[in-house]
């Protein structure tokens, strides 16, 4: 069995989306949020390789960790975002 790669989005049964999570080598990579049944972010968080970073939102508290690589370019040089722009 491989690991976990690229970008998961599990539901809750009612369709709503439960969690957003990017994983690169069986690793949470990159931002990282979940949701509760009605759709309210219940923390958002981000990590590298792992490992926390950025600023964490955890149902209602803030904590912050080392800065996170640019994940968002990263994620644009290897393919896995895309971006659509107004024509």
Known sequence: MGRTHGMGEPYFESGQLWSKSIYKDGKRHGPDEFYDIYGKLRWQR???????????????????????????????????????SPR
């Open 46 to 84: 981000s990590y590298s390789m792992g490992k926390e970073c950025g600023k964490w939102f955890d149902d209602g508290e803030t904590k912050t960790y080392p800065p996170c690589p640019d994940f968002e370019q990263t994620l644009l040089r290897t393919g896995q975002l895309f971006r659509i």
